[in-house]
């Protein structure tokens, strides 16, 4: 069961609105800071007191305000709490949207859920905040399917070197002067690459790799 959480959320009203989502699900202890190093300070001192934290909720991105840190952001902040209370449970609430990265945390930094900051992020904080409480990892569902879909077909830096050359502007002939290669090589790839995710345009390609954090 989790009966205590702190949040490190450097945006007011994010900060808020997750504090006032700890009070609907009736959280006996939730605190709250603004920067990671508190955030880790008051990790580390609960510990010693032997009253630890179950859950840190943190956002990734922290804004620069000319406070000097040691820990510049979530992710770092992540690994110093694990490293410190390898047990707790971190919930990762951002607006990070790549699928790379999200996954990467996942397989990397063994995070137990991620929600992302849009439009219903409150019933999916509650969602996810369920799941932990059952030993479960949350994963964002409108995520699930673009990272599987990308997993279905194995990029080489060939391809993504065609695909980062088409976002920018340039044409299959152009690639292929480029790459020193075939124009049928160029074209032959961007049709596995298209069978393999079921896409019909190139542009669809394009599109994908950028929401996927590869380009």
Same mark, same amino acid.
């Given at each position: 069961?989790?009966?205590?959480?702190?949040?490190?959320e450097d945006q007011e009203?994010?900060?808020?609105?997750?504090?006032?989502?700890?009070?609907?699900?009736?959280?006996?202890?939730?605190?709250? @800071?603004?920067? *990671?190093?508190?955030?880790?300070? %008051?990790?580390?001192?609960? $510990?010693?007191?032997? =009253?630890?934290?179950?859950?840190?909720?943190?956002?990734?991105?922290?804004?620069? =305000?000319?406070?000097?840190?040691?820990? /510049?952001?979530?992710?770092?902040?992540? $690994?110093? #709490? +694990?490293?410190?209370?390898?047990?707790?449970?971190?919930? @990762?609430?951002?607006?990070?949207? !790549?699928?790379?990265?999200?996954?990467?945390?996942?397989?990397?930094?063994?995070?137990? /859920?991620?929600? !992302?900051?849009? +439009?219903?992020?409150?019933n999916e904080l509650k969602?996810?905040?369920?799941?932990?409480?059952?030993?479960? +990892?949350?994963?964002?569902?409108?995520? &699930?399917?673009?990272? !599987?879909?990308?997993?279905?077909?194995?990029?080489?830096?060939?391809?993504?070197?065609?695909?980062?050359?088409?976002?920018q502007g340039y044409s299959?002939?152009?690639?292929?002067?480029?790459?020193? *290669?075939?124009?049928?090589?160029?074209?032959? $790839?961007?049709?596995?690459? $298209?069978? #393999?995710?079921?896409?019909? %345009?190139?542009?669809?390609? &394009?599109?994908? *790799?950028?929401? #996927?954090?590869?380009?």
């Amino acid at each position: 069961m989790i009966k205590k959480v702190i949040i490190a959320e450097d945006q007011e009203s994010a900060n808020l609105s997750v504090q006032k989502t700890m009070e609907d699900l009736h959280i006996g202890e939730s605190d709250h @800071v603004y920067y *990671c190093d508190d955030a880790l300070n %008051k990790i580390q001192l609960a $510990r010693q007191k032997g =009253d630890p934290f179950d859950l840190l909720i943190t956002d990734l991105y922290f804004e620069d =305000d000319g406070n000097s840190q040691k820990i /510049g952001g979530g992710f770092d902040l992540i $690994r110093a #709490a +694990r490293d410190l209370q390898p047990e707790i449970l971190v919930l @990762v609430f951002s607006t990070e949207h !790549r699928p790379a990265t999200i996954d990467m945390l996942f397989k990397d930094y063994a995070i137990d /859920g991620y929600v !992302r900051k849009a +439009r219903h992020d409150i019933n999916e904080l509650k969602m996810a905040f369920d799941a932990l409480s059952k030993g479960q +990892r949350y994963y964002p569902h409108s995520l &699930v399917q673009l990272i !599987r879909q990308a997993n279905t077909y194995e990029f080489t830096a060939f391809d993504i070197n065609i695909i980062r050359l088409l976002s920018q502007g340039y044409s299959q002939k152009e690639i292929h002067k480029l790459e020193g *290669c075939s124009l049928s090589k160029i074209e032959k $790839r961007l049709k596995e690459m $298209r069978d #393999a995710l079921e896409f019909t %345009k190139n542009e669809q390609l &394009v599109l994908f *790799c950028k929401e #996927a954090g590869m380009l």
